[in-house]
């Protein structure tokens, strides 16, 4: 960020300036057209926007050289630092992606239509049955009045907005249309203690051609050089290290939970399922990632059911292994490990995944997951599981 003949100028990451054009394109061409044909606000790429003039974590202003820390601090006296040095304005906006291609446009453009004109059929309905009440009644109260007079601004706010919606919209470039390759699956395992790994399978082979665990999944490995006081390795594994800092949080909220229930002063927080959503976020724009990488003819996952019978099994053969012929001793061993283990919800991210994948227009499909084997195995067998059930001839 820069001073200058006192306009500021906000540092934008590249990948985000041609939707900042598309923003800027939609807004002049608005205004540019007569009041009569202009469509809704609905139908604009730009939601939300806010300028925030906050520290800069990074440090990107110039340190002061050694020489003159040393100088500083024998004169006891530190340089002071300009706000334009150490702060940057930040650009933080909302968008509908639909917004930017021609046929998400024209979606939501319906959407709109339909959920405006079921609105106002409600509203006259409305009007209709209180206007038959005060004929009734012979005459209708103040507050009835009122109610029809707000009722009427509704109906005409209603119309008007069904009026812009059907002006043309602004004009977006197609969105060009996915290319998948049938032999090509992406499979998804999940795990107790990682929460997923993932497999890219060609299916004419029936061999994996890629694997990513989650720490892959989740590492930046664009970070080559180091930024402030945190080095490279510390930047590309700070996605990842969130998995830990869930999985920490987690046995300090049952251990709290514990605590303050027998004390009758338990209160539910929200910062462990905030944190476990924010991540499944992250892994599911990754995974269709990958899938959009290899063109993948859909994203198999497995069924939840198998999911739990699976860890289920797993903690009891454990259980077994380590205290063989001790009930006792192997339900509280598995008592035990059920609280240590990491705790996902695979159902949420399950569907984080079906999500992410309907905006590509990427399917998805449900395989089976074995009890046993490696993650790697694991979504392997998932994806072969999904591809012959698609495969298999249907009576």
């Known amino acids: 960020m820069k001073q200058s003949d006192d306009v500021f100028k906000v540092q934008c990451d590249r990948r985000q300036l041609p ?144 009026t812009a919606l059907q002006q043309p919209t602004p004009k977006r470039p197609n969105k060009l249309s996915y290319q998948s390759q049938p032999h090509i699956l992406v499979g998804v395992s999940f795990n107790r203690e990682q929460p997923v790994g993932v497999v890219v399978m060609d299916m004419t082979t029936q061999k994996v051609v890629e694997y990513q665990s989650v720490r892959q999944l989740l590492s930046n490995r664009t970070i080559k050089v180091k930024r402030g006081n945190r080095s490279a390795t510390q930047l590309r594994l700070e996605k990842y290290r969130l998995i830990s800092r869930h999985h ?40 269709v990632k990958l899938a959009l990488k290899w063109q993948a003819s859909s994203i198999a996952l497995p069924k939840i059911g198998d999911i739990r019978e699976s860890i289920e099994s797993d903690i009891k053969v454990r259980a077994q292994r380590k205290f063989p012929n001790e009930f006792e001793r192997q339900q509280r061993y598995a008592k035990h490990f059920r609280n240590s283990i990491h705790r996902w919800s695979y159902s949420r991210l399950a569907e984080g995944i079906k999500s992410c994948a309907s905006k590509v227009a990427i399917p998805v499909e449900l395989g089976q997951q074995p009890a046993e084997g490696t993650l790697q195995e694991k979504a392997a067998q998932v994806a072969l599981s999904a591809y012959y059930t698609r495969e298999a001839p249907k009576s």
Do not use: C
Not at 46 to 70: E, G, I, V
Not at 248 to 262: G, I, S
């Open 19 to 162: 939707i900042l054009q598309q923003i800027v394109t939609d807004w002049q061409a608005y205004h540019q057209l007569p009041d009569e044909k202009k469509y809704s606000l609905g139908l604009m790429v730009l939601k939300t926007a806010q300028l925030l003039w906050n520290q800069d974590d990074q440090k990107l202003y110039k340190k002061m050289s050694k020489r003159k820390a040393s100088t500083a601090n024998e004169s006891h006296s530190e340089q002071p630092i300009e706000p334009w040095q150490s702060h940057r304005l930040y650009l933080h906006f909302t968008i509908d992606p639909r917004l930017l291609t021609a046929e998400g446009t024209e979606t939501v453009r319906q959407e709109k239509i339909t959920e405006t004109g079921k609105k106002l059929d409600g509203l006259k309905k409305a009007m209709t049955e209180q206007l038959r009440k005060d004929i009734e009644l012979s005459k209708g109260s103040e507050d009835s009045a009122k109610k029809q007079k707000n009722r009427e601004d509704r109906i005409r706010a209603s119309t008007s907005s069904l």
């Open 248 to 287: 920490r949080q987690q046995q300090k909220n049952a251990a709290r939970r514990t605590q303050e229930q027998k004390q009758n002063r338990y209160a539910e927080s929200n910062a462990e399922s905030n944190l476990g959503e924010y991540v499944d976020r992250l892994l599911a724009s990754r995974i």
